[in-house]
């Protein structure tokens, strides 16, 4: 199946970079007016391969990506001194005696959930919790790893005052941990979020490190669940969420309409194929440009780009990462928890005993007002080409063809 998957992704791999390199010129006129949009494509197809030439390849980096985790340390030296040598064995949670109060436990998650906005990580939180032996704490997303561990500036939004560490695991366990209990965060932001990297780095050209690579290094035997959808149906998703929400006036027109996603999203990849030319694709995902950008109309394109955030959880925790789609979820919501029970070595509840659960409790639904509002046949089009081949490769890296999205 792997040498399959990989000559598909030779058929198409002139396709991606003729969409991020020569694909879209946006012409611009001035904020009032409405921007026209053309395609400019190579009239000489050795001029396309030139161009292709003078950029890494998409998937494989000029430059690996290095990992320097003194910075965390140094961010968070309370981290490093509240961990013990070693963790308790009998406990399935990473768990241990406070060093200042020994009648005190502390345990880390064994249970990590990640995703992507508007992908079901709230539902399929929800859901996890009818184990008996799970247990997420005072909140579903503590986000501390991803934001509340260092003040964050959140342009034109809120900021996010520092917590210390200490309240993240007092946060974990409102309750008491038994030996058997499974501590689980769902801060589905762990994946991607490094929104401002580049202020709190300016000396530096990327990211210092991964949360990837923070949460193996504490604790390696760590189970991490993502959770993601058909890209397409995400963005979509998102886009009449944020901006069809109440959200401060900053957010921008609130005149939602397919015309103007479609604008949006040409303009999006126009400069994603500039940013991947100047600075290379791995780069670009990480951009906070390219991720925070539900303001003024605009999409992140980057974040349905799945393969570039799930690639370094794979690499770190190889068969201890398990990836799940919203559409098989829904498909067949009992199998899918009990493979969940199951991966993170729980005792398995019967399929009859996890439905009469889901029948007990509603589920969690999108409340928008736009529900209604269809995309352009045009725009979906579109996007199936620009993402066709990041959906090869995630299929390529996880070895599994239903994330292809074809």
Known sequence: MRCHL????????????????????????????????????PENPVDFIDMAAEIPGLFQEAAPYRSNLSYFWQENPEVKEALPAAFLENYKSFCWFNKTNQAEL?????????????????????????????????????KWWSRYRLPHNWTEMRNFVKRPFSSYLRGLQPWKVGTSTVLFDSSATLVWHYLFWEGRYPELKERPYSYADVI??????????????????????????????????????????????????RNEIDRFRVCVKEKGFRKCCFDTKHL???????????????????????????????VIR????????AKTLASIYEFVDLPPMQHDEINQQIESHSRV?????????????????????????FNEELARVMGDERFLYG
Request: proline share 5%.
């Open 6 to 41: 990989q000559s598909r992704i030779k058929v198409t791999a002139l396709l991606v970079i003729l969409l991020l390199i020569t694909g879209y010129k946006v012409i611009p006129n001035s904020p009032t007016q409405n921007t026209q949009v053309t395609v400019s494509l």
């Open 106 to 142: 502390l345990c880390l998650p064994r249970l990590y959930l990640g995703g992507f906005i508007k992908c079901g990580s709230t539902e399929l939180h929800e859901k996890i919790n009818f184990h008996p032996d799970i247990q997420y704490g005072a909140v579903k997303e503590h």
């Open 216 to 265: 193996h290094a504490i604790t390696p035997h760590a189970k991490v669940l993502v959770v993601v959808r058909n890209p397409i149906d995400r963005l979509w998703s998102g886009y009449l969420f944020f901006l069809g929400h109440n959200w401060p006036s900053t957010f921008g027109p609130k005149n939602l309409s397919a015309e103007a996603f479609d604008k949006a999203v």
């Open 326 to 333: 919203l559409e098989d979820y829904m498909g067949d919501r």
């Open 365 to 389: 639904k999108n409340k928008g007002k736009h529900k209604n509002l269809a995309m352009l046949k045009s725009t979906r089009d579109l996007l199936n080409s620009f993402y066709k081949p």
């Open 292 to 322: 925070d950008r539900y303001d003024r109309a605009v999409v992140p394109i980057a974040l349905s780009i799945y393969v570039c955030y799930i690639r370094e959880w794979k690499e770190k925790f190889g068969d201890q990462l398990k």
